[in-house]
């Protein structure tokens, strides 16, 4: 079975081709003057659409937009703004075969997996928030002192400035977006201009579902120019990103110069640790699936494996097994288990450091190679017996690799986990609870899995520690990046003389 076709709503004429509107702002599609792009299918080259590139000027407008939109969606009532992502949900479920044939031609995904994670996934994300915005109730704190009674407020923090990734473009526009205006935040979002149709997608149908025009505006361009305009813009009120860990400093560093907050969701090199009394087959196969999710383009994904010495062979020699029989090729092909890379200089960037690895000592058990595909294709790969201080075992490769070293003992073990500046997300593969229950503890990373890697739902938090970034994704967690806080404080005496008066004049 093959995709449906790449939406056509958001399609302007321009001359005697069509362009495909990069912007989306105060409620309409909006063909910009900025420079041509390409959005290209990486698993064959074909240019899936053209597009003309935002531009900062757009940005000014976009903001301006979500600051006049902001106050009547903000004063919304919770139940109003339930009713319109109510809607989105529904709206989203309808229009899953083109958000599907959207997300698999821009990022070479195979079909599979965004028909049965990221387009479910996103969806329920939206249901979920639709419900969470019934439940935000400020608090009733009554009287701290005798003079006073207080209570909570919990406001729309305001403009939310956004910056979303590549290799989940749907899903990571939901994360950022669905929160914030569940919690009465008008939103500008930056989709990666390698991947941003599901994203306007996302904001047409949002308009159908009832948004008031100007709450979700959307600006693709490139980082270094509209990523950095919005990030440093003063007119928004908090940045949010998804990104790398490097791109993520400097758009704290422009957020911060007008005190603006920011919540960072940025790279990870999640350690595996597979104890000597775990399950072997579940850990060899967790360990494929969790270091080949959308061909390892993940910040999540399992990519080191540090294994009981006693099981180290027979782990090495199994996944090395099950790797070499992944189907890689055609993502519309319902059959395929991998598909390409985002892009072909992507793929010279992970063959690169293969290359390295092997040159300092690793042992490369299976892949290694780009198969004879056109696309931006690599196998999946297996390094085994690396060096702790190597760079396939220290950063971030963001591609289908796996690389592999035994430890001694549990306290070899954390020590290894722990060994590196990310703390994103991490997996324990073991039958002892208390085991696991140490694991959990003492591993620093923002989930910790036990006996699995991968799986997140609405309901619960996502976001790392350290060098990975910190603010939570999903859950109601969230809604604390996208909430002010006040504290009412008033006066039940009526008496115009207060007692603290004399702290500053004595007589009256």
């Known amino acids: 079975m093959r995709c449906g076709t790449v939406n056509a709503m958001n399609v302007v004429a321009s001359g005697r081709t069509a362009t495909i509107a990069s912007c989306w702002i105060d409620g309409a599609p909006v063909v910009t003057g900025g420079p041509l792009h390409r959005v290209v299918n990486p698993a064959n080259n074909a240019t899936v659409v053209e597009l003309a590139l935002a531009t900062p000027e757009d940005v000014d407008t976009a903001v301006a937009s979500a600051r006049s939109a902001l106050r009547g969606w903000a004063t919304a009532t919770p139940v109003d703004r339930a009713t319109v992502l109510t809607k989105l949900a529904e709206l989203a479920d309808s229009h899953a075969e083109t958000l599907i044939a959207e997300e698999v031609s821009q990022t070479g995904k195979p079909v599979r997996l965004a028909t049965e994670f990221d387009i479910p996934g996103s969806i329920d994300n939206i249901a979920f928030f639709a419900s969470a915005a019934r439940h935000l109730e400020g608090k009733a704190t009554a009287e701290y002192s005798g003079d006073h009674t207080s209570s909570i407020r919990r406001e729309a923090v305001g403009v939310v400035a956004t910056i ?46 009832g948004l008031p025009d100007g709450v979700l505006n959307v600006v693709t361009g490139a980082g270094e120019d509209v990523g950095a305009a919005l990030a440093g813009h003063p007119d928004v009120d908090v940045v949010t990103f998804t990104g790398s860990t490097q791109v993520g400093r400097k758009v704290m560093a422009a957020a911060a110069v007008h005190g603006h907050r920011t919540q960072l969701e940025l790279g990870g090199k999640a350690p595996f640790v597979v104890f000597d009394d775990a399950d072997l087959d579940a850990a060899i196969q967790g360990a494929v699936a969790g270091s080949l999710i959308n061909t390892g383009q993940d910040c999540t994904a399992a990519t080191r494996a540090i294994v009981a010495r006693d099981l180290y062979a027979d782990f090495v020699a199994g996944v090395g097994e099950v790797m070499g029989k992944i189907v890689v090729g055609d993502p519309e092909d319902p059959d395929t288990d ?34 004879d595909l056109p696309g931006a294709f690599y196998r999946p790969t297996l390094v085994a017996d690396v060096d702790e201080s190597s760079e396939i075992y220290r950063a971030e490769v963001f591609g289908p690799v796996l690389a592999v070293r035994e430890f001694t003992d549990d306290d070899d073990a954390i020590r290894q986990a722990n060994d ?14 208390y085991r696991a229950q140490r694991a959990s503890r003492e591993i620093n990373a923002g989930c910790v899995w036990i006996n699995d890697h991968i799986p997140i739902i609405s309901e619960m938090p996502h976001g790392g520690f350290g060098a990975s970034g910190f603010g939570k994704d999903m859950s109601a967690y969230s809604f604390e990046e996208y909430l002010a806080i006040k504290h009412v404080m008033s006066d039940i005496t009526t008496v115009s003389e207060k007692p603290w008066h004399r702290t500053v004049f004595n007589k009256r």
């Open 164 to 209: 979303t990734p590549w290799n989940y473009p749907l899903q990571m526009a939901v994360w950022k977006v669905i929160p914030a205006l569940a919690a009465g935040c008008s939103v500008v979002i930056k989709p990666a201009e390698l991947t941003p149709l599901t994203t306007l997608t996302l904001a047409r149908i949002a308009r159908e579902a």
């Open 420 to 433: 590196t500046d990310y703390g994103l997300a991490a997996s324990a593969w073991t039958r002892d609870v």
């Open 338 to 371: 991998l598909g390409p890379l985002i892009s072909a200089a992507h793929r010279v960037k992970v063959a690169g450091m293969v290359e390295r690895a092997a040159g300092q000592g690793g042992r490369i058990v299976t892949g290694g190679v780009a198969p």
